[in-house]
């Protein structure tokens, strides 16, 4: 866990970029989204996109960083760690076995498949009542929430796919 790659979170932060560009782009979902919206093709053009994709590409970037827990299995264990005295000493007799555990278990779980299917679940049950609960209040219809929700359970796939892979 030392060596965490920090560029992934990076890499990753790009996913909701990319998927929204297709996912929301006018023969995909684009035409859909906006009428559930009601947003047009002229108020999106009197938007700010250079803030709104930068401040995209940061959010998404923290998302990265959240979901790397979720999707890493051994976090929760380094953390369990991280404070018991002498866990982080290779010379002490819980450091060396802490760095036998994660020698041996440390890649357990390590794979794009394992960590899309956390991000699924992720958008089911983070996303899914991040989004409904607004929808509700915005008094938006059942399309708005499965529109956004698609997306996100794609999204949270990908990125948990590319975290756990590669972080």
């Known amino acids: 866990m030392d060596d965490l790659k920090f560029y992934i979170v990076l890499v990753a932060g790009l996913v909701p970029l990319i998927t929204g560009f297709i996912w929301y782009n006018p023969k995909v979902f684009g035409t859909a ?16 996109m250079v803030v709104t ?17 979720i999707v890493i299995h051994q976090f929760g264990f380094y953390s369990m760690m991280v404070d018991v005295p002498g866990a ?38 983070i996303a899914l009542p991040l989004i409904g609960i607004n929808a509700l209040f915005e008094l938006k219809k059942a ?25």
């Open 53 to 69: 994709f930068g401040l995209t590409y940061l959010f998404s970037c923290l998302l990265g960083l959240g979901l790397a827990p």
């Open 143 to 167: 399309k708005y929430i499965l529109l956004h929700l698609g997306y996100w359970i794609i999204t949270l796939a990908l990125m948990g796919g590319i975290i756990c892979a590669f972080m």
């Open 33 to 48: 989204w906006m009428n559930v919206t009601g947003i047009t093709p002229e108020m999106s053009k009197s938007s700010n």
């Open 88 to 125: 982080m000493d290779p010379t002490t007799e819980i450091g060396t076995t802490f760095k036998s555990l994660m020698d041996n278990y440390g890649t357990n779980f390590r794979t794009f498949k394992h960590g899309a299917f956390h991000g699924v679940l992720a958008g089911i049950f």
